[in-house]
């Protein structure tokens, strides 16, 4: 991973660039191109993580036994934003080993856009 460490205000310029429509655009058209190896790392990360194994599967037939529709309904949008809210970690996690891969191959310079 990179020895480079960011400060919170260059975290937050950063943040800030992306909100741009143009930026973000020029991102998700890499994003897109690169979907199914992503993919294929960011289901082998949350198999590996253990975040889909029995306590997981468990967590689908607990929710999915809930006889009352409105509880049945609140377990499973919490379900569902639980593992939003990993695949978006780990996403993260990927995209951040992309780009220091992307800047080493690269010759560790970065991209103007």
């Known amino acids: ?3 480079h460490r960011y400060s ?10 992306i909100a741009d429509g143009d930026r973000f655009a020029d991102a998700q058209e890499l994003v897109t191109h690169a979907a199914p ?6 289901g082998a990360a949350l198999d590996a993580g253990g ?4 306590a997981h599967q468990g ?3 607990r929710v999915a ?7 049945r309904r609140i377990a499973m949008a919490e379900l569902v934003a639980e593992e ?7 996403g993260v996690a990927v995209g951040l080993a992309l780009a220091d891969e992307l800047r080493t191959a690269n010759g560790g310079e970065g991209s103007d856009g």
């Open 84 to 90: 939003s809210r990993l695949a978006m970690l780990v």
């Open 8 to 17: 919170a205000e260059q975290v937050d310029a950063a943040v800030a660039a």
């Open 1 to 3: 991973m990179a020895e």
């Open 51 to 54: 975040f889909f194994d029995s």
């Open 59 to 61: 967590e689908i037939s």
């Open 37 to 42: 190896g992503l993919q294929q790392i960011l």
């Open 65 to 71: 036994e809930i006889v009352d529709d409105e509880p």
